[in-house]
């Protein structure tokens, strides 16, 4: 009989069938002891505790892993959000693909934004007679950096960020069942953000090549480990012009969604769970969102679109207004390298044309408000829109759930 998929399961049996065939990552039992200790100390002082989720996962293809498949996810919404979330009195689990972009320090890294580009050696004293200048922060970046390195050392100093990495798609939902069960003591005060790019598709560990994937053929008598059938590894020769070089087909099973279980099972009773949905294709966003808010019955999708992402989301609630844009004005619009302006607008616009009543419009009296607040004419983030807005969502639902108003 044909073993069923993970996707013919129920999410419970998906859930022990998956978590029993791969085993914990290695770091789990650190972070887990990171971060009980974190969120001990922040029932204590009843802060709100929001795991952020942020950057792309991978997809081993080979159990001693030379070759993965991964996506474009920077982590930028994650980080950036993060920073917000801060701002606004919350203590932040920062559950991130490693190497991508972090809380603070992605102002000052990677390939666009190098640390190096920032600094200085000023001339050296001539008291001490040498050729070895102090380390400066350029004049024009003074400003910004010291706010900056103030905000990282007030939530360091406070204990407000804990950083915890993943690499796979595996290691991702270890950790975020581990985490989502520990942070139960903080009941309505948890509030979950998925803003990770998780891969929807994988290689089960028992269908996975332990060694690295050979290009070509072995000698037979080297040719033992066989968890790629010689069908899979093909030479072309039903094309016209066969070529010289092996072609490699994957067979990828869909990951299991796990949101049903973070919602219904491992999740503190009363918490807020937001997902995100990202399309490329604007006909398709708003539908996408709301047949995910429908089958997992959580509080809040954030749609986006990958080409209009920093600048526009739509928020897709079980409440109304159940569809809201939040855009960032034309004129405060920052650059993207892979952004098309054209499309801002596109996605709602598609929408109305299926004959939906359109939406109320605020965003831009609020982004004008933001930019007032920021005291700069500057491009603004889009996630200075959607922070405040979740936190009004979420202080609602903290307040129906204990009853008692919130500050
Ligand atoms: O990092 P950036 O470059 O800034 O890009 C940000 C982003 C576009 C990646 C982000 O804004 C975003 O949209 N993330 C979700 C991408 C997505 O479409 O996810 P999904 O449809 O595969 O999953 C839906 C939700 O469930 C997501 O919140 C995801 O984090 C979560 N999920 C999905 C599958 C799974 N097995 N477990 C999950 O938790």
Redesign the pocket.
Known sequence: MATPSLGDMSPADAESVYFNEYPPPKALPKHEALARAFIDRHVEANRRVVLV????TTVPLEAQTVRFID??????????SAEYFLQEGYAVIFLHRQY??LPYSRHYSHSTNCFLDFMDEAPASDSTQSDHGPIVVRDEYQHQMRDVLRKYRYAKQNNLLLLLPFTT?SE??FE?RSLAKLMRPLGPNALFY???????FFIPRSRMAEHKIQSSELPAHLDKDSAVEPDDIYTGENEEQPSQRKKLVINLDP?????HR?VDGWAPDGSMV??????TDPSLLVY?ART?LQR?SHHL????L?ST??WE?VFITPDPPHERWLRVPKARRSKSI?GVEDQVGLAEAKKKSDGSAPTPEKTEEKAQAATRQEGSSDGIEIETLIIPELVKLHSTMIEKKTHKPTS
């Open positions: 989720t942020s950057g792309g996506n474009f996810s920077a982590g930028t919404r994650g980080a950036t991508s972009l798609v991702y939902m975020l998925l803003a990770a790019a998780v891969s929807d990951v299991p969604k796990f949101l973070l937001v997902s995100f949905k990202l399309e996408k995910a997992y999708v954030i749609g986006n990958l992402r920093k989301v892979s």
